[in-house]
């Protein structure tokens, strides 16, 4: 066969039929539709059902219907009720009320929901009528109530009298009425661990917030590699201030190592770790770097879980940072087993005045080229309220196991630039689930309140 010869086939169309015939054939098929129709209908909406018998007729029905059943097909066709005459069994049995109320509710119940409707979580204000700032404990609940963290604890302190001015848990998914993450210590405090890091190396005078840190590798790790600094090292530096701003893993675990473990511990002390409280308030905050070793680099940056932090030991740092004075638990006066009921003075010393500033300026820079920096912005805060205030604070991460899940902090403060009396120390501890969907970062939340916080306290332009 020549191939290059070959020609395909014409299309030739599809001859239609008469007009006559289709329109037979639609009258049929409507006609086939129409009887399936009225069969339907009479099976669901057929006759009523026979009127009752009377009590002696009854009787004699039932018996028999008890008697004996035949083999025989068309005789039981055939018979009939003793009243109608109808034939007793039917190709199409006619559908009575029970039979429709039946359906009906088969058909409501595939079209309703499976699932039945959350709960509608009850509120109880009890408890935040009972704090010291109603509006900023009201504002803290309307967030945990909105951006429903797993779990979480939110924990705002006046830094001039260290009372407890607003707070708010949330856990078993609801908001708490009693803030019992307060003083639990199985919280690792992750990267604020660094604060005792350059703490203790400001305290040794051989390090300033600009001293230059060999920089190895990625920030958030931390390997054995990036602990070896090669003699004539030539590679990028970092200021201290910079990567506890940063927060940067290498760089501090090198301090930490350099400094040694007795300053860092002495440090910690300070700070209110390994502290037994009165009355356990809050519990103990456990700091226990070793000696020597990849161990005392990890508690340098707070890279293990050993390092545990409460959020009310978290808070008087913060507030003892700002006010330049020795550790104090913040107290309140209606949180019986929870917090202090009065101001209680601790033996623990104090930093140097240098050591105070240089703490304040790292915390700050945190807020102006750190890890708060994207979200504690305008981006989240009216521009005035930004303007007027010096904000500092510390961010960290880590997983965790008590709770499980995925660990995120911030502490810190804002201050009034025009009246640095007015000022606020806030403590923000969430949980995420690490399989699930995360909520607000802490540092959205922190400046959401922040910016709160400054348009209740803060004057009015014009005033």
Same mark, same amino acid.
């Given at each position: 066969?020549?191939?290059?010869?070959?020609?395909?086939p014409?299309?030739?169309?599809?001859?239609?039929?008469?007009?006559?015939?289709?329109?037979?054939?639609r009258?049929?098929v409507?006609?086939?539709?129409?009887?399936?129709?009225?069969? !339907?209908g009479?099976?669901?909406?057929?006759?009523?059902?026979?009127?009752? $018998?009377?009590? #002696?007729?009854?009787? #004699?029905?039932?018996?028999?219907? #008890?008697?004996p059943?035949?083999?025989?097909?068309?005789t $039981?066709? #055939? $018979?009939?009720?003793p009243?109608?005459?109808?034939?007793?069994t039917?190709?199409? =049995?006619k559908?009575?009320?029970?039979?429709?109320?039946?359906?009906?509710?088969?058909?409501?119940?595939?079209?309703?929901? @499976?699932?039945?409707? =959350?709960?509608?979580?009850?509120?109880?204000? @009890?408890?935040?009528?009972?704090?010291?700032?109603?509006?900023?404990?009201?504002?803290?609940?309307?967030? +945990?109530?909105?951006?429903?963290?797993?779990?979480a /604890?939110?924990?705002?302190?006046? =830094?001039?009298? %260290?009372?407890i001015?607003?707070?708010?848990?949330?856990r078993?998914?609801?908001?708490?009425?009693?803030?019992?993450?307060?003083?639990?210590?199985?919280?690792?405090?992750?990267s604020?661990?660094?604060?005792?890091t350059?703490?203790?190396? &400001?305290?040794s005078?051989?390090?300033?917030?600009?001293?230059?840190?060999? &920089?190895?590798?990625?920030s *958030?790790?931390?390997?054995?590699?990036?602990?070896?600094?090669?003699?004539?090292f030539?590679?990028?530096?970092?200021? !201290?201030?910079?990567?506890?701003?940063?927060?940067?893993?290498?760089?501090?675990? +090198?301090?930490?190592? %350099?400094?040694?473990?007795d300053?860092?511990?002495?440090?910690?002390?300070?700070?209110?770790?390994?502290?037994?409280?009165?009355?356990?308030?809050?519990?103990?905050?456990?700091?226990?770097?070793?000696? @020597?070793?990849?161990?005392?680099?990890?508690a340098?940056?707070?890279?293990?879980?050993?390092?545990?932090?409460?959020? +009310?030991?978290?808070a008087?740092? /913060?507030?003892?940072?700002? !006010?330049?004075?020795?550790?104090?638990?913040?107290?309140?006066?209606?949180?019986?087993?929870?917090? =202090?009921?009065?101001?209680?003075?601790?033996?623990?010393?104090?930093?140097?005045?240098? @050591?105070?500033?240089?703490?304040?300026?790292? !915390?700050?820079?945190?807020?102006?080229?750190?890890?708060a920096?994207?979200?504690?912005?305008?981006?989240?805060?009216?521009?005035k %309220?930004?303007?007027?205030?010096?904000?500092?604070?510390?961010?960290?991460?880590?997983?965790?196991?008590?709770?499980?899940?995925?660990?995120e902090?911030?502490?810190?403060?804002?201050?009034s630039?025009? %009246?640095p009396?007015?000022?606020v120390?806030?403590?923000?501890?969430? /949980? *995420?689930?690490?399989q699930g /969907?995360r909520?607000?970062?802490?540092?959205?939340?922190?400046?959401?309140?922040?910016?709160?916080?400054?348009?209740?306290?803060?004057p009015?332009?014009?005033?």
């Open positions: 066969m020549d191939f290059n010869s070959y020609q395909p014409k299309y030739q169309p599809h001859k239609r039929l008469p007009y006559a015939v289709r329109i037979r054939n009258i049929i409507f006609a086939v539709f129409m009887g399936i129709c009225a069969l !339907m009479t099976c669901i909406f057929g006759e009523k059902e026979a009127p009752k $018998q009377p009590a #002696e007729k009854a009787d #004699e029905y039932v018996e028999e219907q #008890e008697s059943v035949t083999n025989d097909v068309t $039981q066709a #055939e $018979q009939v009720a009243e109608t005459g109808a034939p007793k039917e190709l199409f =049995p559908a009575d009320s029970e039979d429709i109320a039946n359906m009906q509710a088969n058909v409501a119940a595939a079209v309703a929901p @499976t699932e039945m409707p =959350p709960e509608v979580e009850v509120i109880d204000s @009890t408890h935040i009528k009972a704090q010291a700032d109603v509006f900023m404990a009201e504002k803290i609940d309307n967030l +945990l109530r909105r951006f429903r963290p797993e779990y /604890v939110i924990l705002m302190v006046d =830094p001039k009298t %260290n009372e001015i607003a707070w708010g848990e949330r078993d998914n609801r908001v708490q009425e009693k803030p019992d993450y307060f003083i639990k210590n199985t919280f690792p405090a992750a604020l661990a660094k604060t005792i350059i703490a203790a190396a &400001m305290e005078n051989r390090y300033s917030l600009t001293s230059q840190i060999p &920089m190895i590798g990625a *958030h790790t931390l390997y054995r590699n990036q602990l070896r600094v090669k003699e004539g030539k590679g990028p530096f970092i200021e !201290m201030q910079d990567a506890y701003a940063k927060s940067a893993n290498p760089p501090l675990a +090198l301090i930490g190592m %350099n400094v040694g473990a300053r860092l511990k002495s440090a910690a002390k300070k700070l209110g770790y390994n502290m037994n409280f009165p009355a356990g308030l809050p519990g103990r905050s456990v700091y226990a770097p070793p000696d @020597t070793g990849y161990g005392l680099a990890e340098s940056c707070g890279f293990t879980e050993a390092t545990t932090l409460t959020p +009310l030991l978290a008087a740092q /913060v507030r003892s940072i700002l !006010m330049k004075q020795p550790l104090e638990i913040p107290w309140a006066k209606n949180l019986d087993g929870y917090a =202090p009921k009065s101001r209680i003075a601790l033996e623990v010393g104090k930093f140097t005045e240098n @050591t105070y500033y240089g703490l304040r300026e790292a !915390m700050v820079r945190s807020v102006t080229n750190g890890t920096r994207k979200n504690i912005s305008t981006r989240h805060m009216a521009r %309220n930004y303007a007027a205030l010096t904000i500092g604070g510390k961010t960290g991460s880590l997983d965790g196991h008590d709770p499980y899940g995925r660990y902090w911030f502490m810190g403060f804002a201050q630039k025009e %009246n009396g007015k000022a120390v806030l403590v923000i501890m969430q /949980v *995420h689930d690490l /969907v909520s607000q970062p802490a540092t959205q939340v922190a400046a959401m309140l922040f910016n709160y916080w400054a348009h209740q306290n803060l009015k332009q014009g005033k």
